[in-house]
């Protein structure tokens, strides 16, 4: 049982390693090649766990010529368009001008319920309003509406603004996070001001989040009720 564990936990740190070494796309929508790799290493994975006599580089070897595999087969991909299409696919325009193209969406084996459910994530309930439909190489739909539809923006309303960034976690569960702060260029003097004028210290905030104009929101910890007494 001991061994079992080990070389479980072993593995597991080594898939968490493989992951994040093949990059983001891992870990948000998949592209194929993404997939039958991320499916290969799990199979992989669970047969030195199950058959205790196999010997654990049988399955950390494979696992790591996948992983390298794959990185390889991406920087591949960011030079060559042709080999990026051949594994990740093409978007397909399934709506265009207004007008569904059924044969595409026959092609891609799409029903109406594909398309509608992809409308209703977007807040969209009338076919009327699409302007424009493609099918990701991820399988996702992104849809553009018409122009009569779209929400209004302040630059359609004349309004003038500063664009800056949006605020950053400065402190969480009472640990300043340096990383977020250097990032939104204000230094620690300023959150130590803001400490004191809230009357508090960081190790009683539970989150506390800043952008770079110094706006700032701060939401305490809760009490428990063994501290309360």
Same mark, same amino acid.
């Given at each position: $049982?001991?061994?079992?564990?080990?070389?479980?936990?072993?593995?597991?740190?080594?898939?968490?390693?493989?992951?994040?070494? $093949?990059?983001?796309?891992? !870990?948000?929508?998949?592209?194929?090649?993404?997939?039958?790799?991320?499916?290969? !290493?799990?199979?992989?994975?669970?047969?030195?766990?199950?058959?205790?006599?196999?010997?654990?580089?049988?399955?950390?070897?494979?696992?790591?010529?996948?992983?390298?595999?794959?990185?390889? $087969?991406?920087?591949?991909?960011?030079?060559?368009?042709?080999?990026?299409?051949?594994?990740?696919?093409?978007?397909?325009?399934?709506?265009?001008?207004?007008?569904?193209?059924?044969?595409?969406?026959?092609?891609?084996?799409?029903?109406?319920?594909?398309?509608?459910?992809?409308?209703?994530?977007?807040?969209?309930?009338?076919?009327?309003?699409?302007?424009?439909?493609?099918?990701?190489?991820?399988?996702?739909?992104?849809?553009?509406?018409?122009?009569?539809?779209?929400?209004?923006?302040?630059?359609?309303?004349?309004?003038?603004?500063?664009?800056?960034?949006?605020?950053?976690?400065?402190?969480?569960?009472?640990?300043?996070?340096?990383?977020?702060?250097?990032?939104?260029?204000?230094?620690?003097?300023?959150?130590?001001?803001?400490?004191?004028?809230?009357?508090?210290?960081?190790?009683?905030?539970?989150?506390?989040? $800043?952008?770079?104009?110094?706006?700032?929101?701060?939401?305490?910890?809760?009490?428990?009720?063994?501290?309360?007494?």
């Amino acid at each position: $049982m001991t061994v079992v564990f080990i070389r479980a936990v072993i593995l597991y740190l080594l898939l968490l390693a493989a992951v994040r070494f $093949m990059g983001k796309h891992q !870990i948000g929508e998949l592209q194929p090649s993404e997939l039958a790799v991320t499916i290969l !290493i799990s199979n992989i994975a669970t047969l030195p766990v199950e058959d205790t006599g196999m010997p654990l580089f049988t399955g950390i070897i494979p696992v790591l010529t996948l992983a390298c595999l794959d990185v390889v $087969m991406s920087c591949i991909g960011v030079k060559s368009r042709t080999v990026r299409n051949l594994t990740g696919g093409k978007p397909v325009v399934i709506v265009s001008n207004g007008r569904i193209d059924q044969k595409k969406m026959r092609d891609l084996r799409f029903t109406v319920d594909d398309l509608i459910e992809a409308m209703h994530s977007l807040s969209i309930f009338d076919i009327s309003e699409v302007q424009y439909a493609v099918v990701e190489t991820t399988g996702t739909i992104s849809i553009y509406q018409k122009y009569e539809y779209r929400n209004v923006t302040n630059k359609d309303m004349r309004l003038h603004g500063k664009s800056i960034d949006p605020p950053e976690i400065i402190i969480e569960d009472g640990s300043v996070i340096e990383e977020n702060l250097k990032r939104t260029g204000i230094d620690m003097s300023r959150v130590n001001d803001i400490l004191k004028k809230e009357k508090t210290i960081a190790k009683d905030i539970f989150l506390m989040t $800043m952008d770079s104009e110094g706006t700032y929101s701060v939401v305490r910890k809760e009490r428990s009720r063994r501290e309360k007494k």
